[in-house]
């Protein structure tokens, strides 16, 4: 079981990225995405959370209406499209993977967990 983020990167304020979270030993189709991420000096937080049992979502209020998430089953890859990025918004983002039931605030509900990826945000 493996999660691969990526795309990550230096971006100007106001501008996007796309991240990936590549699946492998698994399918996401039967489970919860999320992604939560760490700025540096702060504990991890959830920010996104997509179940692929009913395509529900959930956002962070510091996220919503600015990020996207979203899953392609036939490329076993989640996604966290990323626009209006704030300098607020650098940290390290991990996707993980969990029961439909799991909570996006809760790092326990999530078996597996990728690598991290950074994404800094200029001003």
């Known amino acids: 079981v493996q999660l691969v983020e990526s795309g990550g990167g230096l971006v100007q304020a106001g501008g996007s990225l796309r991240l990936s979270c590549a699946a492998s030993g698994f399918t996401f189709d039967s489970y919860a995405i999320a992604w939560f991420r760490q700025a540096p000096g702060k504990e991890r937080e959830g920010i996104s959370w997509?179940?692929?049992?009913?395509?529900?979502?959930t956002y962070a209020d510091s996220v919503k209406g600015r990020f996207t998430i979203s899953c392609d089953n036939a490329k076993n890859t989640a996604y966290l499209q990323m626009n209006s990025l704030k300098p607020e918004d650098t940290a390290v983002y991990y996707c993980?993977?969990?029961?439909?039931?799991?909570?996006?605030?809760?790092?326990?509900?999530?078996?597996?967990w990728g690598q991290g990826t950074q994404v800094t945000v200029s001003s």
């Open positions: 993980a993977a969990g029961g439909i039931y799991s909570d996006y605030r809760l790092e326990g509900d999530f078996g597996a």
């Open positions: 997509l179940s692929n049992y009913d395509g529900s979502t």
